[in-house]
């Protein structure tokens, strides 16, 4: 059958040699190429791949085009404006700066500014200067006894143990020289966090790096590193963009000795986290955790980070915010689009909300309560430009964190490897071999450069709408486009609370079912 054509032709060839070489002796060096293709051919006939078994030998060729496809299109098929998550224009933005090499764009936009869902700013014939220190922000609300004057763009949460050593290192040295903070990611905080960047250390639902034996929270390790002069705040992980409602997940592979010791758990078993906290159950054990965590780090800023699902569930929290008086001094909002980990693929398809309707949500449900004033909004998740930032601080946030974008500047060419151990470029892996190759003494230029010159590009974009901060921002300054030659504000696009507006005796329709449902006693 024509399907056997090779295979059959590899065992005629066989034969033929054999024959040949009686008259011409070197004629038996091709058995070298034949016999193992016939060989082949033999196991393939009597595989378990359905592929094989019907076309032995030249089956194969069907699983290595498959194996390198992901390249192929990247490289050589895909335009500048498509992949997922990070299209080539966007990598090429962050190489570019973290790089300085020029950014410029020669012979006019390459976008379709007439596309529907095409975002723009409003801009002034008047432009203004604005301070460069308008950069920074400070973080810490009336319980905080030691606040914080942050960065307005972040590194995003990234454990040791997903990222490598070097990668960690890279990043802290350019938080350092920058001048800006480093998240532990849930995975502890590991020497190579504490090369003398600020730090904001994470506390996840597996309480590493400050756990008993039996995985609960210890409150003497947590005010030992939280204590330490590199942490300037914590946050508490609820939940992530990612895999909302799903523990992180670090693989026994990966789990050396290193990361034991920073994470508490065994060498080589898998660390896979709790779906959920121990250390409290409800909106008013929260608040209550806050308090203690604020208590044992002395006075430091206190937060947590979640992504919106259930929104009665965060309204219980502002109530229990209201019912306690305690308030964080900062809640970071995770994207569904957000992830640097390992995440089960309904997880990252299908729960969580974007990141602009989350923002926007907490935004207007903490001007609703009266409390928007005291809490700082940390936008984490799909941010890469100037304009992003600008995007996230119109919808109400007054921070952003990044994590991929920040990947990238280190030497992270997005091959989605990131869960096999075998990285690429040494950003996700424990494998020496491969995270040497990222030399960190060089890496942590880019950090800064790809920080600074996306902050600069942020404020000058302020300058530019006719304003002097960025806290002026509101969806008023930006344009959707709605249709090919219609344009609204998104202020007409996004219903405004009234600070207050959930206080009173008639709440606004939008929030009204989930208010109702929401309670501080349980989530």
């Not at 997005?414 to 060089?442: F, S």
């Not at 005796?505 to 079912?513: C, L, M």
Request: hydrophobic content about 40%; proline content about 6%; overall charge positive.
């Amino acid at each position: 059958m024509m399907r056997h054509v090779f295979y059959v032709t590899t065992i005629i060839a066989y034969a033929a040699i054999y024959i040949l070489h009686f008259v011409w002796p070197p004629a038996i060096h091709f058995l070298w190429v034949v016999v193992p293709l016939t060989l082949v051919g033999i196991y393939d006939i009597f595989s378990s791949h359905n592929v094989l078994r019907n076309y032995p030998v030249i089956g194969h060729l069907r699983y290595m085009m498959e194996f390198i496809r992901p390249e192929i299109r990247q490289y050589f098929i895909a335009s500048d404006f498509d992949g997922r998550p990070f299209n080539r224009e966007q990598r090429t933005l962050v190489y570019k700066r973290a790089k300085q090499v020029s950014d410029v764009e020669p012979f006019g936009t390459r976008h379709d500014v007439n596309k529907a869902h095409y975002l723009s700013a409003a801009h002034t014939i008047r432009p203004k200067h604005v301070d460069r220190n308008e950069g920074r922000i400070m973080l810490g609300g009336p319980h905080c006894e030691r606040p914080y004057h942050a960065s307005r763009l972040n590194i995003s949460a990234m454990s040791f143990g997903a990222l490598s050593p070097n990668a960690i290192r890279a990043l802290n040295l350019g938080a350092k020289a920058g001048n800006f903070f480093h998240n532990t990611g849930e995975g502890g905080l590991s020497p190579y966090h504490l090369q003398g960047g600020d730090v904001c250390f994470q506390i996840g639902t597996g309480y590493f790096g400050c756990r008993t034996p039996d995985g609960k929270f210890d409150p003497e390790q947590f005010a030992k590193k939280a204590n330490r002069e590199e942490v300037k705040m914590i946050e508490i992980k609820i939940s992530q963009g990612a895999k909302p409602s799903h523990g992180g997940i670090c693989p026994g592979a990966k789990v050396n000795e290193e990361i034991s010791k920073a994470r508490g758990v065994p060498v080589g078993q898998d660390c896979i986290s709790p779906p959920a906290h121990t250390a409290f159950e409800t909106p008013l054990d929260l608040m209550d955790f806050i308090t203690q965590l604020r208590k044992l780090s002395g006075g430091k800023p206190v937060g947590f980070k979640l992504c919106i699902g259930e929104k009665r569930e965060f309204l219980a929290i502002c109530k229990a915010m209201l019912e306690r008086d305690v308030t964080p001094d900062f809640i970071t909002v995770d994207g569904a689009e957000g992830g640097t980990g390992a995440a089960p693929a309904e997880f990252a398809n299908r729960l969580g909300t974007p990141i602009d309707e989350a923002i926007y949500f907490v935004h207007q449900s903490l001007k609703g309560i009266n409390k928007r004033e005291h809490i700082r909004l940390i936008s984490s998740g799909k941010i890469v430009s100037g304009f992003d930032m600008v995007h996230k601080f119109a919808l109400g946030a007054d921070m952003c964190n990044m994590a991929r974008p920040f990947m990238f500047a280190i030497g992270c060419i997005q091959a989605l490897r990131c869960h096999t151990n075998k990285c690429p470029t040494g950003v996700t892996t424990q494998d020496p071999t491969r995270y040497k190759a990222l030399v960190y003494q060089e890496k942590w230029r880019h950090v800064k450069n790809y920080h600074e010159t996306t902050v600069n590009s942020m404020l000058d974009l302020v300058g530019a709408m006719g304003l002097t901060t960025p806290s002026d921002l509101t969806t008023f300054h930006l344009i959707h486009r709605t249709s090919g030659m219609t344009c609204e504000r998104l202020s007409n696009i996004h219903e405004e609370l009234k600070p207050g507006a959930l206080l009173g005796t008639t709440i606004p329709a939008k929030f009204a079912n989930d208010w109702q449902a929401a309670h501080a006693e349980h989530f």
